[in-house]
């Protein structure tokens, strides 16, 4: 079991004992360890087959002995080839099937076959001062790899849920010791009430088939040195129908009632879970009696054209292989508190309008009397004049038709310039001028002569 094969078994006080003594006595105690991977070895048939070993000890040996066996079940061990250090004894019996290449204990099959099969049985001797030993056995299996195996369906025309049944087989056409495994949707299929398996799991049986059996389902082929997939098969279930329910594009739905507005038109649709698919049929009630208004998974209310404000409605499916139907109603109410919301928001949208409309009016006068204040005729003459520098020699200049006091104003319009005296009472008078031109006019100071002759 790939354990350590010691002269004495290992962990025993007494083996402890006698290895002391042995030191004591010959200076030494050798230990010899064989391991090997796996008891057990898979081979495939007409392909090479390497049996590894693996040994040591703790003192030099001079002399190695390296032996293999086959046991085959009946029959007695028989020898294979034997070494001794570097030379190989092999049995001309096999035809140098075996190879074994020294000190390394592992043996080659060279070609392996179903008549390899059986128990092969290392042995080493190793001789120093003293001889120990170890052993190991080995189990040889041959094998063939599976090919991809193919998968059938009984009845492969399908069956109705709750009545028929299914059986899917499954078989590889090449393979040595197969075993299968049913998948469904990549899960293992286990046995329950109403799914059985064969004993080496290639049949598998479903019976009564249900809704909650469909899926695909595929074949794990495989054995110790090999395994394949079949392909998805599909069985054939007929159910339904389930979970009838009706839907609109459009219009609120609370339960069962759906509300539109006056003018709109609704899209209904009607669904169920079944296979094959359904026939629908819609229905309108009223009072006692039914009327079929249209066949198929849709149909359209045109509120408008609805002579009554509330109608009923019903939706009916039917599967034509299972033979089982279903339906479900619902009300449709049309209103107009569509229209009147938004008779409210165009109502509510003029005197906001209206508020809007004064604002920018407000504003913007309000920018006008703005821009008009600051930037009057008069105001901008004035800040001319306050920010001219002043000239150490200014003379006031004043037009002769001004001094002459005439009394036609028309040529007295134009452009005038006032000069500062040296004189700081003529500064200061300067200061007082009026900054208009009809001030200017009204100020200029009569002629001498005039005042004269109005004294006389």
Not at 9 to 37: D, E, H, M, N, W
Request: hydrophobic residues 35%; aromatic residues 8%.
């Amino acid at each position: 079991m790939g354990q350590d094969a010691f002269m004495e078994p290992s962990a025993s006080p007494l083996a402890v004992f006698k290895c002391q003594l042995y030191l004591i006595l010959l200076g030494t105690c050798s230990a010899l360890t064989l391991r090997v991977p796996a008891d057990t070895v898979h081979g495939i048939e007409g392909l090479p087959l390497l049996l590894p070993v693996h040994y040591s000890f703790q003192s030099p040996a001079p002399g190695i002995q390296i032996t293999w066996l086959l046991e085959r079940p009946g029959s007695f061990s028989r020898f294979l080839l034997t070494s001794v250090n570097q030379s190989t004894v092999p049995d001309l019996e096999f035809q140098h099937k075996f190879t074994l290449r020294p000190p390394n204990a592992s043996l080659l099959i060279r070609q392996l076959h179903f008549s390899d099969e059986g128990h092969y049985i290392v042995k080493i001797n190793v001789k120093g001062n003293g001889t120990i030993s170890a052993s190991h056995r080995i189990q040889v299996t041959v094998d063939v790899p599976v090919t991809k195996p193919l998968v059938g369906s009984e009845p492969s025309s399908g069956v109705v849920e709750h009545v028929g049944n299914i059986t899917l087989t499954c078989s590889a056409l090449n393979g040595t010791r197969v075993l299968y495994l049913w998948l469904k949707d990549g899960q293992p299929v286990h046995s329950t009430s109403s799914t059985t398996l064969s004993p080496n799991n290639d049949t598998l049986l479903i019976a009564p088939v249900m809704r909650g059996d469909v899926g695909n389902y595929s074949c794990l082929a495989w054995n110790a040195v090999s395994e394949m997939e079949s392909e998805p098969i599909t069985p054939t279930i007929y159910y339904g129908p389930y979970g009838l329910t009706v839907n609109s594009d459009k219009g609120l739905k609370v339960g069962e009632v759906f509300t539109a507005d006056v003018g709109e038109a609704i899209l209904f649709h009607c669904s169920a879970d079944s296979n094959p698919p359904n026939v629908y049929s819609w229905i309108r009630r009223g009072g006692n009696t039914t009327h079929i208004v249209k066949h198929g998974p849709h149909f359209e209310v045109v509120s408008d054209k609805v002579a009554r404000k509330t109608t009923d409605y019903m939706c009916r499916a039917y599967n034509n292989v299972t033979g089982k139907g279903d339906e479900t109603q619902f009300t449709v109410i049309i209103t107009s508190i569509g229209q009147e919301k938004l008779m409210q928001k165009e109502s509510s949208l003029s005197p906001l309008a209206a508020i809007t409309a004064v604002s920018l009016f407000v504003i913007i006068s309000m920018s006008l009397l703005f821009i008009w204040k600051k930037y009057q005729p008069h105001k901008v003459l004035q800040r001319k004049l306050d920010s001219r520098p002043s000239v150490e020699h200014k003379k006031l200049h004043i037009s002769p038709h001004i001094l002459s006091g005439h009394e036609d104003a028309l040529g007295d319009f134009g452009i005038y310039e006032f000069v500062a005296q040296p004189d700081s009472s003529l500064i200061r008078r300067a200061q007082d001028i009026p900054s208009t031109v009809y001030e200017v006019i009204q100020h200029v100071p009569e002629p001498p002569s005039s005042r004269n002759h109005e004294c006389q």
